[in-house]
T-cell receptor, first 112, second 116 residues
């Protein structure tokens, strides 16, 4: 069964600190993996998309990594800001029908 | 700013009301989606339209009725809803698989539905 598991479920950090969110998946065959940021009550916004051949991709203070061998991805946030407080969702496209499988998200809270 | 526009942003309705949620995109995407999202949960797929044809219905109750009038518009008609249907309803669009794209979803801001 295709699954995407994210950890931790929630995370609280102080403004200016770095943090790393994890995503493990069992989706096979793998097509791509995306990280979305979702503010409370808003629609998810794409941060980055990783394909099989990509190991690292950055988008400003966000850096995503992908290890297709171990089926793991991480999202590293540098110098966190209050506006980074949101849910971060890992979504993997793959499987026999190339469907999307959503993780449950990590709720990040950045405190001043 | 999102390129997928949803209206209304908020909707409160009674269980006997009939209402509609609307979604519009002008990115030329030929796949459009409806998702339902409860608090602190990931979005759950409801319907997928490909080339204006319903291609996936995830066993959604008939009180939810989707409609795709053209390649840019997607509606969700609501009738006789239950309080447990209260949620954030997200519309999304993407290029179709095999169209040279990654199939990345572009989400709208969502419509917050409250059923009394």
């Amino acid at each position: 069964k295709n699954q995407v598991e994210q950890s931790p479920q929630s995370l609280i950090i102080l403004e200016g600190k770095n943090c790393t969110l994890q995503c493990n998946y069992t989706v096979s065959p793998f097509s791509n993996l995306r990280w979305y940021k979702q503010d409370t009550g808003r629609g998810p916004v794409s941060l980055t998309i990783m394909t099989f051949s990509e190991n690292t991709k950055s988008n400003g203070r966000y850096t995503a990594t992908l290890d297709a061998d171990t089926k793991q991805s991480s999202l590293h946030i540098t110098a966190s800001q209050l506006s980074d407080s949101a849910s971060y969702i890992c979504v993997v496209r793959g499987g026999s029908a190339r469907q999307l499988t959503f993780g449950s998200g990590t709720q990040l809270t950045v405190l001043p | 700013d999102t390129e997928v526009t949803q209206t209304p942003k908020h909707l409160v309705m009674g269980m006997t009301n009939k209402k509609s949620l609307k979604c519009e995109q002008h990115m030329g995407h030929r796949a459009m989606y409806w998702y339902k999202q409860k608090a602190k949960k990931p979005p759950e797929l409801m319907f997928v339209y490909s080339y204006e044809k319903l291609s996936i219905n995830e066993s959604v109750p008939s009180r939810f009725s989707p409609e795709c009038p053209n390649s840019s518009l997607l509606n969700l008609h609501l009738h006789a809803l239950q309080p447990e249907d209260s949620a954030l309803y997200l519309c999304a669009s993407s290029q179709l698989q095999g169209a040279g794209g990654t199939g990345e979803l572009f989400f709208g801001e969502g419509s917050r539905l409250t059923v009394l």
